[in-house]
């Protein structure tokens, strides 16, 4: 079978076979296949879509690209009993910096959470990148140095290795620059294959939708998570999704060092009330997954305490300091995020701090409307913090913080946003769409619904 019958198979509109699928995978991988094929195939893959059949096929090929993180040896609790292992993914947004706080929060209600999670791409954040502006923050450890971390402190989140799922690292960078990202069975196999290759017993997903996610309009996001969940049951992995509206960016801060500082926040038992809102909607939903919790009273009280008495921030150090990061970055007083960052406070220890502060002030009194996330996302790339290509660097430093949020009262003269950065030659640029991002009405307006739908099983 040459590589271009299958790319015309699908091309065609056909279905693919399992030796199909497996043989691209495995040669891409090789590098028997080379790059310009895999993309003909995405291609064709986005244009015409795969069955159910298809898409699990794809998962299991690229799962077993690589090996399977060897668990035998993790989370076995003082009672030798095996500590259940749950997994949280977003598909991600603008201002995502859940996964942050929820995997240290989970792993002290009694979870261990491997979490293998992305870099930034085009307007979303990424995690490892976030993780990353913490000085010193490794989030390239073998699966040696992983199964260490998580069985000191019961959650670890690294970065796609070459040993585990090489096809999603591989493809990942592909899709990226050839217009092939927001293809669903593509998503979902990327997002599955990272999942299962640490072998969790429950995952909870959080699928975004809206201007300041891959998926555009609430009916594609539904649909990736449909799909994602019932992908995800086929292969034998309890999973449920939240489905969610990025439209507006998630929380008051966007770029690096910014959401780890306002993640920090809320792992102290403060910060934005949608960041904790959500925190608790899917943690609660690991606990339950993972059976230490019996009930969701009980799994948002126990989530509540381990916020309230800093047992969540310490593990967050905790972490942070066997991936190599330096705790006293992390330590209070970390800076207000309320007004123009305070720049100098102590040397490599610190959390960058950009160069310049600049607020954006509201022209008229009101209710903020509507805050696009899309216009932000762009607006932090431009101060430093995205990336056109999976290989450029980024500046920590930069982002915006303050943000107003929708339904919100605003006076004129009041800030709507700070915005920070090293690049003070992109400031007027980066303003406008920040300006653009957002509406100021007369009248009241009712704050969105953040969680719009719940899907725990699947119709077939
Ligand atoms: N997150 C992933 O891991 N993969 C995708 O394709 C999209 C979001």
């Not at 959650?155 to 592909?174: E, F, G, N, Q, R």
Request: proline residues 5%; glycine residues 10%.
């Amino acid at each position: 079978m040459l590589p271009q019958w299958i790319i015309e198979k699908k091309r065609d509109g056909h279905q693919l076979t399992d030796a199909d699928i497996d043989l691209f995978i495995r040669d891409y991988v090789s590098g028997a296949i080379p790059d310009y094929q895999m993309a003909a195939l995405a291609m064709a893959i986005t244009l015409q879509g795969m069955s159910a059949e298809e898409i699990v096929a794809l998962t299991r090929s690229m799962l077993h690209s690589g090996n399977i993180l060897n668990t035998a040896a993790l989370g076995k609790s003082r009672h030798a009993q095996r500590v259940p292992r749950i997994d949280k993914h977003s598909t991600g947004g603008v201002g995502d910096k859940i996964s942050l706080i929820l995997a240290p929060l989970a792993a002290c209600c009694g979870l261990v959470v491997p979490m293998i999670a992305g870099r930034g791409l085009g307007l979303t954040g990424g995690t490892i990148d976030k993780l990353e502006s913490i000085p010193g923050y490794r989030a390239q450890l073998d699966e040696a140095a992983f199964l260490k971390v998580l069985n000191t402190c019961g959650c670890s989140i690294i970065s796609a290795m070459d040993t585990l799922v090489p096809a999603d690292k591989k493809l990942y960078a592909l899709r990226d620059v050839t217009g092939t990202v927001s293809a669903i069975p593509l998503i979902v196999a990327s997002i599955l294959s990272k999942k299962l290759a640490v072998q969790p017993d429950g995952l909870v997903l959080d699928v975004k939708w809206g201007r300041g996610a891959f998926m555009a309009k609430r009916a594609q996001g539904e649909a990736l998570a449909r799909t994602l969940v019932a992908t995800a049951q086929r292969l034998g992995l309890n999973t449920r999704a939240l489905l969610t509206d990025m439209n507006q960016p998630l929380g008051r801060s966007v770029g690096n060092a910014l959401e780890v500082i306002e993640s920090l926040e809320v792992l102290q038992g403060r910060g934005p009330s949608d960041v904790i809102m959500l925190t608790l909607e899917l943690g609660a939903r690991m606990l339950i997954l993972g059976h230490v919790a019996k009930d969701w009273q009980q799994a948002l009280s126990q989530l509540r305490a381990k916020l309230a008495s800093g047992e969540a921030f310490e593990r967050f150090k905790n972490m942070a300091r066997l991936h190599g990061g330096d705790p006293r970055a992390l330590d209070p007083p970390s800076p207000r995020l309320g007004s123009g960052l305070r720049r100098g406070r102590g040397g490599p220890a610190r959390l960058p701090v950009a160069a310049a502060s600049v607020p954006l002030k509201a022209r008229q009194s009101g209710y903020i409307q509507k805050v696009d996330a899309a216009a932000i996302g762009r607006a932090v790339a431009l101060l430093g913090a995205g990336r056109a290509r999976i290989t450029d660097a980024i500046d920590p430093a930069a982002g915006i913080s303050a943000l107003k949020k929708v339904g919100e009262p605003v006076s004129a003269g009041e800030a709507l946003a700070w915005l920070h950065t090293n690049r003070p030659g992109q400031l007027a640029e980066a303003r406008a769409f920040v300006k653009a991002a957002f509406q100021i009405v007369p009248e009241r307006v009712a704050p969105p619904k953040l969680i719009a739908l719940e899907i725990k099983e699947t119709t077939k």
